[in-house]
């Protein structure tokens, strides 16, 4: 799974229509948002910074709601700033994510010991799970 990392509103525009899943690096307004979605039709989900979720209007959650995009909190750890587009989860994260949802555990209950052990976002594990299940 990748997550493409956008660090600029002039980035938005660049990106492939095909992009899934977005990480905005940037403190993105109401326009922001219309335009990723606009520039990529098949978004699933978009992450935000924990400190730029806090401070989110309603009025911006209701654009990626309508769309049926999950907005996640969450920070995306060890990419470099200038040469990677993509964070990758890696293969091997999938394996423990997956043996949460066989046990039939409540995923936001493993997904903060998950997220300790891999470096991914809570958000970003109950959302793997989630895109797991209904599979």
Same mark, same amino acid.
């Given at each position: 799974?990748?997550?493409?990392?956008?660090?600029?509103?002039?980035?938005?525009?660049?990106?492939?229509?095909?992009?899934?899943?977005?990480?905005?690096?940037?403190?993105?307004?109401?326009?922001?948002?219309?335009?990723?979605?606009?520039?990529?039709?098949?978004?699933?989900?978009?992450?935000?910074?924990?400190?730029?979720?806090?401070?989110?209007?309603?009025? +911006?959650?209701?654009?990626?709601?309508?769309? $049926? !995009? =999950?907005?996640?909190?969450?920070?995306?750890?060890?990419? *470099?700033? #200038?040469?990677?587009?993509?964070? +990758?989860?890696?293969?091997?994260?999938?394996? $423990? !994510? =997956?043996?949460?949802?066989?046990?039939?555990?409540?995923? *936001?209950? #493993?997904?903060?010991?998950?997220?300790?052990?891999?470096?991914?976002?809570?958000?970003? !594990? =109950?959302?793997?799970?989630?895109?797991?299940?209904?599979?």
């Amino acid at each position: 799974m990748k997550l493409r990392i956008v660090r600029s509103k002039n980035e938005i525009l660049e990106l492939s229509p095909n992009e899934r899943i977005g990480h905005l690096a940037i403190g993105p307004s109401n326009v922001d948002f219309l335009s990723l979605m606009t520039r990529c039709p098949h978004l699933r989900a978009i992450q935000v910074p924990p400190s730029y979720h806090k401070t989110m209007s309603k009025a +911006i959650t209701f654009f990626p709601e309508m769309r $049926e !995009i =999950e907005l996640l909190e969450g920070d995306v750890w060890g990419y *470099g700033k #200038d040469i990677d587009e993509y964070f +990758i989860v890696y293969e091997e994260m999938k394996p $423990e !994510i =997956e043996a949460v949802i066989a046990s039939g555990a409540s995923i *936001g209950e #493993d997904a903060s010991q998950i997220a300790k052990r891999t470096g991914l976002a809570s958000d970003q !594990i =109950e959302f793997i799970a989630r895109s797991k299940a209904a599979a």
